[in-house]
T-cell receptor, first 117, second 116 residues
Framework: AQTVTQSQPEMSVQEAETVTLSCTYD???????LFWYKQPPSRQMILVIR??????QNATENRFSVNFQKAAKSFSLKISDSQLGDTAMYFC??????????????FGTGTLLAVQP | DTEVTQTPKHLVMGMTNKKSLKCEQH?????MYWYKQKAKKPPELMFV???????INESVPSRFSPECPNSSLLNLHLHALQPEDSALYLC???????????????FGPGTRLTVL
């Protein structure tokens, strides 16, 4: 069974600094999707970034980028120039490609990020 | 537009009440989901609908009854809930390709449910 592990329950970063959130996963599949979702105190789950496993190039979205290491099954999220609005719970999630009718996302336990002024 | 809406935002109900949660999307997505989320925990999948048909029920108690009346709307009917059912209920949707869900799920803002 697939599992997703986020080993950092809480992190703190100063405004304008860079922070990296860790995520590892376990799967026997060769093709799959990985996601980072952000959930601010307002509680809406917002997609931050996605990565397709067959693409070697790391995904980037403005200040957010990932370091995808397929062999190591690692998928870390880097947030550059941290802003107060980045304060949120961050969930790493995994989905198999063509997972049948389920499209079940496997979530990690989350990392609570606090950006300090 | 990647918007999923949910109503109500907050709901307080007694254990003998019947209430419904509503979810709507106009992105043309044909897969819709209900999740339950406890505080500081990841979402737990409850139900999946594909082409308005229930495709997955993750062993959810029968006091939760989902309904998908059309391709844009998803309801969750609640009856005889327990206090431990208090949680944030999230709806999500995703496109379908070749009758299988594609990758990205888009979430609504959730309904905060309190059962007294």
């Amino acid at each position: 069974a697939q599992t997703v592990t986020q080993s950092q329950p809480e992190m703190s970063v100063q405004e304008a600094e860079t922070v990296t959130l860790s995520c590892t996963y376990d799967t026997s599949e060769s093709n799959y999707y990985l996601f980072w979702y952000k959930q601010p105190p307002s509680r809406q789950m917002i997609l931050v970034i996605r990565q397709e496993a067959y693409k070697q190039q790391n995904a980037t979205e403005n200040r957010f980028s990932v370091n995808f290491q397929k062999a190591a099954k690692s998928f870390s999220l880097k947030i550059s120039d941290s802003q107060l609005g980045d304060t949120a719970m961050y969930f790493c999630a995994f989905r198999e490609t063509y997972g049948g009718a389920t499209n079940k996302l496997i979530f990690g336990t989350g990392t609570l990020l606090a950006v300090q002024p | 537009d990647t918007e999923v809406t949910q109503t109500p935002k907050h709901l307080v109900m007694g254990m003998t009440n019947k209430k419904s949660l509503k979810c709507e999307q106009h992105m043309g997505h044909r897969a819709m989901y209900w999740y339950k989320q406890k505080a500081k925990k990841p979402p737990e999948l409850m139900f999946v609908y594909s082409y308005e048909k229930l495709s997955i029920n993750e062993s959810v108690p029968s006091r939760f009854s989902p309904e998908c009346p059309n391709s844009s709307l998803l309801n969750l009917h609640l009856h005889a809930l327990q206090p431990e059912d208090s949680a944030l209920y999230l709806c999500a949707s995703s496109p379908l390709r070749d009758r299988e869900p594609t990758d990205t799920q888009y979430f609504g803002p959730g309904t905060r449910l309190t059962v007294l």
